[in-house]
C-alpha cells in the first residue's frame, strides 16, 4: 500500500480534491461526450414513463424495440457517411424504395425469403453506390448530390406505390423465416433488436479496430492529411455511402417484414429523425468524430419521442417540431463544443493549490553558510558546443562521463578532454542518470519513463507504467515525468515521477499549480515489476539512497525541502523531514564522498514567487488571462549547489557568481576529487576541483552500504 504524502503540504483535507480539476478532467475523457446524449435519453424515458399511459408495459417496449432497430440501421450507415466528412439526406428515400421492392418480390414474385434478404440489401447498397460514384469520382457536393438522389428514389417510391400496391393488397402469403423477421423473437427479444445489435458490434468494431475505421476518420478529419498519407479517398468515401446504402435497405427490410405493407410515404421524413438521432449521439456534422453506440442512443432517444407522442394521442407536426429544437440545440452545441473544447479545459485544467510556506532563509547575510562566493566560476567546460541541455551526469568504475541531452541522446566521454561519444538515441527528455548493479546506465527520460542502456548502445524500456489508481479520473498508470533515480544495495531502482499531470515540457505548469501531484516509484529488475511506493507528492525530483542504504532521500522542489523515505530498520515505511526551508529549488542529489551529500538548487525562492504560491486565485487568474510569456513563473536561472550532513544541516553552499558558463545547475556528481556539474539549459557541463580537506582518503566512486 503506498504511503500518502499529501499531509507535507500543509493544506487542509478539503484541498485534496478540486472540482475545478475534475471537472476539466471529465470533461476531456472521450466517453464524457455521451453524457449528454445519456441523460437526455434517461429524461426522455422518464417523462413519457410519467405521462404516458402503457409507456413502460411489455408490449411498448417490443414495439419500441423493433421501431429502435429500424431506425438504428438506418443511423449506423449516416454515422459511417458523416464520420467520413460526407452527408446522405437520400437514406429514407432508399429505405422507402427497398420496402416496397421487398414486398413485391415476397408477395408477388414468390422469391425465397434468403433471395429476398440478399436483393433488398444489394438493393439498397446500389442505391447508395450511386451517391458514392457522384461524391467521390465526380466529385459532386455530398449535399446537394444525396438532395436529388433522395428526390428520385422518392419518385421510385410513389411509383411502386402506384402500380403494386393495389395487387399486393390483395396478396397473401405466409413463410415462418419471414414472419421471423418481422415478429419473431430470439431469447425473448425481437429479431430486429437482436439483428441491430449484430450489425452495431460489427460496425463498432470495424470503425475502431479495422484500418478502413482508421482511414474513414483520418479522412473526416483533414482529407488533405489523409490524401498525403496516401489513401484512397475516391474508393472509401465510395465505400461509406456503400454500405449507408445497404444499411437503409436491411431496415427497409425489416420494416416490410413486420408491417407487411408499402406507401408512398414509407421513410418519408426518415433522413431528419436519423440526423437528429446522430446529432444527439454526438457525431460531428463536420466529419471525424463520432462512434456507433453513441449513434444508437440518439436513434433511442428519437425513436422513445416517437412513440411517447403517439401513446399521448398528439398531432404528428408535434413529432417534427421537437425534432427540429433538439436538431438546432444539439447542432449548435456541436459547433461550438468542437470549436471551443479545448480551450474550456485549458482553462479550468489547472487548479492551483495553497502551499504555507515559512520565510526564507536569508542568503545575503554576511558570514553565514549562504554566503555568495565564486567557487563554480570557471569550471572546466567538458563537451562544449557538442551538448544541448545535459541535466544529469554519471561515471563509471572507469571514470567514463555519461550524460544526455534534450535530443534525446544519450553521449560518453573517456575523459573530461575527450571528445563525445554518441552511445544511444533514447528518445524524450533524458533526465537522472545511474550506473546499475548490471554496470548499465539507468535513465530517467521525460514522457516516456525508466530506460536501461547498455555501454554498447542498446535501449531496453524497464518501466514505462504502473498500476493505475481504480479513484483517479485520470489515467495515472503511465510514467509520464520520470525525473531523478538512484539504486539501492538490493539493485531495486527508486525513481521519482514528479507530475501525473503534466509532460516533460509542461514542468513550470506543475510548479505553478503547485499541487502534490507527484509520486516516488521502485522497480525491481529480478521481477520487472514497478509499484508505487509514496503517492501525492509535490513535485519530487531528486532522489538518493542514503549512505547505509536504509532511506532514500527526497528533494520537493515545490515545497522547498528534502525528505527521508525509511526502507529498513525500525522506522521502515515511515516519511519524516531531513532539510526543511531551504532558500532555493531542490533538483538532483547525490552522495558525498564524506558521508554528506550534494544538492543542486536549480533556482532560489523570491518573496515575489513565495506570496504568489499563497494566493491560488492569482495563479489561477493569471494562467487564464495573461499570455504565457507574461506568466510569472519561479526563479529558474541562478547556479548553486550545497552540502548537507547526514543529520540534515547546510554545511557550505558554492555559487556561480558570474552565472556566465552554469546558468542553471540541476545537478552535481562527485568523482576522484572532482565535482561534476550539469544543467538542464547549459551547453557544457562543468567540473571543478574540490579542496583537499573535503576529500577523505576512500574517495572515489560513490557506493550504497547494505541496509542493516
Known sequence: MPKDAFALTGMSWRHRFSFQRSLAELLGKRWMEAMVPCLLLVSVLTYFGVTADGFLTLDNASTLSQNFAELGLVALGMTIVLIGGGIDLSVGAVFGVVNGFALIAFRLLDWPVPLVVAAAIALGALLGSVNGVLIAYAKTRPFITTLVTLLAYRTVAEYIDTMYSPRMATTTRIDPIWDMLGAGRLAGLTTQFVLLV????????????????????AIGSSRTSARRAGMNLPAITFSTYAVAGALAGAAGLLTASRLEQSSASTGLGMEFAVLTAVVIGGVSLAGGRGTAMRALIGALTVAAISQGLTLQAQPRPLYSAVLAVILLVFAAADLKWGKNRGKAIQK???????????????????????????????????????????????LDERGRLYCGDRRGWLWRFDGPDSPAELVARVGGHPLGLVIDKDGNIAMCVAGMGLY??????????????????????NDDSAIRLADDLDVAADGKIYFSDASTRFDGDEYFLDLIESRPNGRLLRYDPDTGQTTVVLRNYAFPNGICVSHDGASVLINSSNLYRIDRFHLAGPKAGQLEPFAENLPGIPDNINRASDGGYWVAFAGMRTPVWDLAISMPKFRRRMVKELPFDEWLVPNLNTSCVIKITEAGQVVESLWDGQQKDHAVITSMREHDGYLYLGGLTNDRLGRIALPQHEIPARAGSERVVSAP
Open 348 to 394: 479550468i485544467y489547472m487548479a492551483p493549490g495553497r502551499f504555507r510556506l515559512r520565510a526564507s532563509p536569508d542568503i545575503y547575510q554576511q558570514g553565514g553558510v549562504w554566503e555568495l562566493n565564486d567557487r563554480l566560476t570557471g569550471a572546466q567546460a567538458i563537451g562544449l558546443g557538442e551538448l544541448d541541455g545535459p541535466e544529469d551526469v554519471v
Open 452 to 473: 536501461g542502456i547498455t555501454p554498447e548502445g542498446q535501449v531496453t524500456p524497464l518501466a514505462t507504467d504502473v498500476k493505475r489508481t481504480w479513484y483517479r479520473i
Open 198 to 217: 449484430v450489425v452495431a458490434l460489427v460496425v463498432h468494431v470495424l470503425l475502431s479496430r479495422s484500418r478502413w475505421g482508421w482511414r474513414i476518420t
